[in-house]
């Protein structure tokens, strides 16, 4: 069965740095694109960033744009987000998403998502 779980959230400073990671299993990762998408109390779902399957293409949401880096390790079956320049705004529930093929990471299409990690920037 396909199996995402997340790991690395925490409390940051504002302009501090966290590096998420999401640990798959129970189907081929480096045929699926992967996303990252994140919901903050009272808020909908945020579409954060996205990774093509061989990590050729990406996306990032323009909110976290120039500070955030998605990343793969399909050796490991392993996604990324490196946040760097953490604001408070950034705080939320962070969810990883296997994506409906090897291009689509678009998460309303995505099948599976993790139970998410927590991020919260607080001074």
């Known amino acids: 069965q396909v199996q995402l779980v997340e790991s690395g959230g925490g409390l940051a400073q504002p302009g501090g740095s966290l590096r998420l990671s999401c640990a798959t299993s129970?189907?081929?990762?480096?045929?699926?694109?992967m996303s990252w998408a994140r919901q903050a109390p009272g808020k909908g779902i945020e579409w954060v960033s996205g990774i093509y399957s061989d990590g050729s293409a990406t996306y990032y949401a323009d909110s976290v744009k120039g500070r955030f880096t998605i990343s793969r390790d399909n050796a490991k079956n392993t996604v990324y987000l490196q946040m760097n320049r953490l604001k408070p705004e950034d705080t939320a529930l962070y969810y990883c998403?296997?994506?409906?093929?090897?291009?689509?990471?678009?998460?309303?299409?995505?099948?599976?998502w993790g139970q998410g990690t927590q991020v919260t920037v607080s001074s």
């Open positions: 998403g296997k994506g409906s093929s090897y291009s689509d990471y678009d998460p309303r299409r995505a099948p599976y």
């Open positions: 129970g189907f081929t990762f480096s045929s699926y694109a």
